[in-house]
């Protein structure tokens, strides 16, 4: 069953109809559904289909291509010894083939590609030298992997041969909470949308995660037997998650640990470094580019301040629920999801996944505001306190072309938000911070984004407009 997708659909079957051959390059985060997508797009009719070892070394990768060859109906043959030799023994199988289109799907590609193994190099004589040099043009190459830095690397910025053959690609980000509400409705899962927003602050807009839910069983039911049973079939996911998309995942974790632990503002690359205890320089420079290719991390600078003042934050819902709740349980509550339901940890960590479901929906913030058409600027902005003033963060920046600025203030509450004196006055702090210090000078609107709406109290005046969860679903 697929559930949206539908562009992403008309693209890749648009490859069929073009009178060039082509290659097409599907990425995104691990889980997100790639494999799925271009499998039942074209209904499992491959003139080949491979898909990468995990960890194998280059015999390991190369004896696998040519059982894929076989499975495909090549005639048995010896392993290849490299790359060029198996790419070769693939247009040999390509031509024995009907004619029409083929299509060739490589799945985790980047798994593939091992120390001295050529991969890239093999890869480009294949296309380069081959694919489009066909008088019949009917190569469809699509090539898929969950590593989205590699493929962003070595394919999408390559410097080299590949350098803009790409002809198509297609980044297949998480579902939104419509898509997982409309996903539920197909499983049969009686789920409001009360129970979506929570299952999507753990989840997040992962399909694999959301296919193990079972129909019957509570929210908390749910996320107790999927992640702290013995037998939970994601007890393990958090490990595996890391170790396959990186090499060497030990300083990527570290990172990763110290956004978890560090405010939930963010941190700088100093603080980071600091924390961390890592070494400055390009392989840490890289480990943060990767982790936001990946969708793990966001960086965020205010629209006037130098990027080198960049914060990081967590931003990955389910990474975010692995350090807040599974990590502290360390499964010793097969339970822990239903007795800790009105804990102050659990609303803690509402508040923290609650923002980061409204940064992943800024479209349909927008779209709530009757601002889909109107040209933005969508930023974070913040000002370190020092001993003249209090700091201030803002998460969520909407500034206007049309001479308006949304200053957005996230908040979940089981009930009705309330303005209280306190809070009234952080806002007005907030607000004062930014008209004076940020070179912005439109008119500011305070924004407030809450689950179930803000009371009308004698505050309520200082909001402009108001989002709620039904909102995010558009």
């Known amino acids: 069953m697929i559930v949206g997708r539908e562009k992403e659909q008309r693209e890749l079957l648009s490859l069929l109809e073009n009178e060039e051959s082509q290659f097409c390059a599907v990425y995104g985060r691990r889980r997100v559904g790639k494999t799925y997508l271009v499998r039942e797009t074209f209904n499992y009719q491959f003139c080949f289909q491979h898909t990468g070892v995990a960890k194998g070394t280059l015999r390991q990768q190369l004896s696998a291509f040519r059982n894929s060859l076989v499975a495909a109906g090549f005639a048995k043959c010896a392993i290849p010894k490299t790359w060029m030799d198996a790419f070769e023994l693939l247009k040999q199988h390509v031509n024995q083939a009907p004619a029409g289109k083929k299509v060739l799907f490589i799945d985790e590609l980047p798994w593939m590609d091992t120390p001295k193994g050529n991969l890239i190099g093999a ?10 040099a066909r008088r019949e043009k009917d190569i469809v190459l699509i090539v898929c992997g969950s590593a989205t830095s590699w493929i962003s690397k070595k394919l999408l910025k390559d410097k080299g041969g590949l350098r803009g053959r790409l002809t198509n690609r297609i980044k297949l980000v998480p579902f939104t909470l419509r898509e997982c509400e409309l996903y539920a409705k197909g499983a049969n899962l009686a789920l409001g949308r009360k129970d979506v927003l929570e ?16 129909k019957g069983l509570s929210v908390a039911q749910n996320v107790d037997q999927l992640f702290f049973t013995e037998t939970a079939q994601l007890r393990d ?5 890391y170790a396959i998309l990186f090499k060497r995942p030990e300083n990527y974790l570290k990172v990763i640990t110290c956004l978890s632990d560090g405010r939930k503002s963010g941190m700088s690359r100093e603080d980071i470094l600091s924390s961390s205890k890592l070494t400055d320089g390009g392989t840490f420079s890289t480990i943060l580019e990767e982790l936001e290719e990946c969708g793990f991390i966001r ?27 599974i990590k502290k349980n360390a499964f010793s509550d097969e339970h822990y999801w239903s007795n800790t339901f009105t804990s102050t940890s659990h609303n803690t960590w509402k508040g923290h996944a609650f923002e980061r479901v409204c940064l992943q929906h800024i479209p349909q913030i927008k779209a709530a505001l009757g601002i889909s058409g109107v040209q933005t600027n969508v930023c974070s902005w913040f000002v370190r306190g020092t001993t003249e003033r ?14 308006f600025t949304d200053l957005c203030e996230m908040k979940h509450a089981s009930s009705i938000f309330t303005i209280d004196k306190d809070y009234a006055k952080e806002l007005q702090n907030k607000q004062d911070a930014y008209q004076e210090l940020s070179k912005d000078k439109r008119t500011l609107h305070l924004v407030m984004v809450t689950t179930n709406g803000i009371a009308h109290n004698s505050y309520y005046n200082m909001i402009q407009n108001e989002v709620t969860t039904d909102d995010l679903f558009i």
């Open 123 to 132: 890869l480009e004589n294949f296309w380069n030298g081959w694919a489009t």
């Open 199 to 214: 299952l999507y602050m753990i989840l997040g807009g992962i399909p694999y995660y959301w296919s193990f839910l079972k």
């Open 237 to 241: 996911e958090f490990e595996a998650l």
């Open 299 to 325: 960086r965020f600078a205010s629209a006037d301040t130098a990027e080198t003042n960049a914060m990081y934050q967590l931003i990955d819902n389910y990474t975010l629920f692995y350090y807040l709740c």
């Open 390 to 403: 209090h700091g201030a963060q803002i998460d969520l920046v909407i500034q206007r072309a049309d001479g």
